[in-house]
């Protein structure tokens, strides 16, 4: 048999075997299971450094092989007799390295199946928060860093929502911290449904969630505000006790020149606003001042009240008492802000 024939042998093997390890380590690479696990690294780290060891044989035997029948081709061209069993032995040993590449791989494969389960293990909980299945503050401020490049790059607006659960210390108090975590776990569920279509939805700490919309403010505060009406429907049950449960939430956009600071800022300010005006309600920061977006239904007046004529000017200073009001807060607000920029 010509040499040519077993130099192609030989390229047959060699790709066939790395073609193999390429197919393991694309299956490897592409799993998507989340198991419960979590991930071993000195385990993995070895078994790395052995499948590396393997690479290097196999890359060794391949060198060996090629060079013998290199030496055999130049013979050949040289009209130099090659011993038949010269020939057959360089055979024999490519197809034994073959065979014990194989066997390498299939131990491989198996150790492979487990460490991805791992693996993805590991990586999803680096992202996620424990108790409520959210991106977690990390994943959160990497969404964060993406957008704020994409802003700077091309101007993609994108805005961020803070969201609180009104009185959550005092559910914690009455109720026992495992109600409260009842309460975050079925808010968060909420979240990731009403919310669905966001960029980020995160747990930001404790009891806050955090937003992040390539959208207006405007339309992630109406957003917020369907979601704070939908909790504010719903009560929690958890061993026997039914919690009512409302939100607060503020919104603000990204704006030219803003640093990813001013934009949680102006969020957080009007976060506080609606703590500050009742709770229960939304508001969003335009860059200069905090507005009201849920639309507050004033309480029905007494029996002593509707005994007595109400005049038009009556309503109209009703009006302007709650415009007082408003401006009241709105000052309270600006204080605040001017306070938390000079620290």
Same mark, same amino acid.
């Given at each position: 048999?010509?040499?040519?024939?077993?130099?192609?042998?030989?390229?047959?093997?060699?790709?066939? +075997?790395?073609? &193999?390890?390429?197919?393991?380590?694309?299956?490897?690479? +592409?799993?998507?299971?989340?198991?419960?696990?979590?991930?071993?690294?000195? $385990?993995?780290?070895?078994?790395?450094?052995?499948?590396?060891?393997?690479?290097?044989?196999?890359?060794?035997? &391949?060198?060996?092989?090629?060079?013998?029948?290199?030496?055999?081709?130049?013979?050949?061209?040289? !009209?130099?007799? @090659?011993?038949?069993?010269?020939? =057959?032995?360089?055979?024999? $040993?490519?197809?034994?390295?073959?065979?014990?590449?194989?066997?390498?791989?299939?131990?491989?494969?198996?150790?492979?199946? &487990?460490?991805?389960?791992?693996?993805?293990?590991?990586?999803?909980?680096?992202?996620?928060?424990?108790?409520?299945?959210?991106?977690?503050?990390?994943?959160?401020?990497?969404?964060?860093?993406?957008?704020? /490049?994409?802003?700077?790059?091309?101007? $993609?607006?994108?805005?961020?929502?803070?969201?609180?659960?009104?009185?959550?210390?005092?559910?914690?108090?009455?109720?026992?911290?495992?109600?409260?975590?009842?309460?975050?776990?079925?808010?968060?569920?909420?979240?990731?449904?009403?919310?669905?279509?966001?960029?980020?939805?995160?747990?930001?700490?404790?009891?806050?969630?955090?937003?992040?919309?390539?959208?207006?403010?405007?339309?992630?505060?109406?957003?917020?505000?369907?979601?704070? !009406?939908?909790?504010?429907?719903? $009560?929690?049950?958890?061993?026997?006790?039914?919690?009512?449960?409302?939100?607060?939430?503020?919104?603000?956009?990204?704006?030219?020149?803003?640093?990813?600071?001013?934009?949680?800022?102006?969020?957080?300010?009007?976060?506080? =606003?609606?703590?500050?005006?009742?709770?229960?309600?939304?508001?969003?920061?335009?860059?200069?001042?905090?507005?009201?977006?849920?639309?507050? @239904?004033?309480?029905?007046?007494?029996?002593?009240?509707?005994?007595?004529?109400?005049?038009? /000017?009556?309503?109209?200073?009703?009006?302007?008492?709650?415009?007082?009001? !408003?401006?009241?807060?709105?000052?309270?607000?600006?204080?605040?802000?001017?306070?938390? @920029?000079?620290?």
């Amino acid at each position: 048999m010509p040499a040519n024939t077993y130099i192609f042998l030989l390229g047959l093997g060699v790709g066939t +075997g790395l073609l &193999v390890l390429g197919l393991l380590l694309g299956y490897w690479l +592409g799993r998507k299971s989340i198991p419960s696990e979590p991930v071993d690294r000195q $385990q993995f780290l070895a078994f790395l450094k052995n499948l590396s060891s393997w690479t290097s044989e196999f890359s060794g035997d &391949v060198s060996k092989y090629q060079s013998q029948l290199t030496s055999i081709d130049a013979r050949i061209r040289s !009209n130099t007799a @090659v011993p038949r069993e010269e020939m =057959a032995e360089v055979l024999k $040993q490519i197809m034994e390295a073959n065979r014990q590449l194989q066997e390498r791989l299939d131990s491989a494969e198996q150790k492979l199946d &487990v460490q991805t389960d791992q693996i993805s293990s590991y990586l999803t909980e680096a992202r996620t928060d424990g108790l409520t299945g959210l991106l977690n503050r990390r994943a959160f401020d990497k969404a964060t860093d993406e957008l704020f /490049a994409d802003w700077n790059k091309k101007e $993609q607006v994108f805005s961020l929502g803070l969201v609180d659960i009104d009185h959550f210390k005092q559910i914690n108090d009455t109720y026992g911290h495992p109600a409260g975590d009842a309460v975050l776990q079925h808010i968060s569920k909420m979240l990731q449904s009403e919310l669905r279509d966001s960029f980020c939805v995160a747990r930001y700490g404790g009891e806050e969630f955090a937003v992040l919309a390539k959208s207006p403010a405007t339309s992630t505060a109406d957003l917020l505000d369907k979601l704070r !009406n939908a909790v504010s429907q719903i $009560q929690v049950t958890h061993d026997s006790h039914v919690i009512n449960v409302t939100l607060s939430a503020g919104s603000s956009e990204i704006e030219p020149g803003d640093k990813i600071g001013k934009l949680v800022r102006r969020a957080d300010e009007a976060l506080y =606003a609606a703590k500050l005006g009742g709770r229960n309600r939304v508001y969003l920061h335009d860059g200069n001042i905090c507005h009201l977006i849920t639309k507050v @239904v004033s309480k029905p007046a007494n029996a002593s009240t509707k005994l007595h004529d109400e005049t038009t /000017a009556d309503k109209a200073e009703a009006e302007l008492n709650n415009d007082r009001v !408003n401006e009241r807060l709105q000052r309270i607000v600006e204080e605040e802000s001017r306070r938390l @920029v000079e620290r």
